[in-house]
């Protein structure tokens, strides 16, 4: 059992939101479904990567922010570009240095792995020039940031 869940509050889109993301993400499903008055649905348990989320169609009190997000690691540009894309589609928003914003307004970075490393490195000119090449980016493109590392 997992001790901690993201707990996310919805206006009445929680199932259209876990329908999406669980079509986003390989290893990904529906778990349960909470009924409410009226036949409606109440609440929502799905599983992203292991990763198990709660939705409640809450109604409009509450908004998302970009204070939480959801932080996607990426192997590769593939993968990057497929939940850029993907993660936006029908009303989300491009965001600058790999962050965006889906259409029920949650923010999420899609961000390559080895943007850490680069960001690490122990030449600070190389950190730096990595940094400032993130900064002009809104979706991250690796070999962009490669060539910065590398100053070229």
């Known amino acids: ?5 993201p707990f996310l ?3 009445g889109k929680a199932e259209e939101a876990a329908n999406f993301y669980t079509g986003i993400f390989r290893n990904s ?17 799905f599983e992203i990567e292991g990763q198990e989320f709660m939705g409640l169609n809450g109604g409009p ?14 192997e590769t540009q593939d993968e990057v570009d497929h939940y850029w894309t993907t993660l936006v589609e029908g009303g ?19 961000v390559p792995t080895v943007l850490g490393t680069m960001l ?27 060539k910065a590392y590398d100053g070229a």
């Open 29 to 45: 499903r529906i778990t349960k479904r909470m009924p409410g008055p009226g036949g409606t649905l109440m609440g929502i348990s």
């Open 61 to 74: 009190m509450f908004q998302f922010t970009p204070a939480v997000s959801f932080f996607i690691k990426c």
């Open 92 to 110: 989300g928003e491009h965001q600058p240095c790999g962050w965006l914003k889906d259409k029920y307004g949650v923010s999420w970075q899609v």
């Open 9 to 11: 509050w919805f206006d």
């Open 120 to 146: 690490q490195d122990k030449d600070p000119a190389k950190a730096q020039r990595t940094m400032e090449a993130m900064m002009k980016m809104s979706k991250l493109d690796i070999a962009g940031l490669r």
């Open 1 to 5: 059992m997992q001790k901690i869940s």
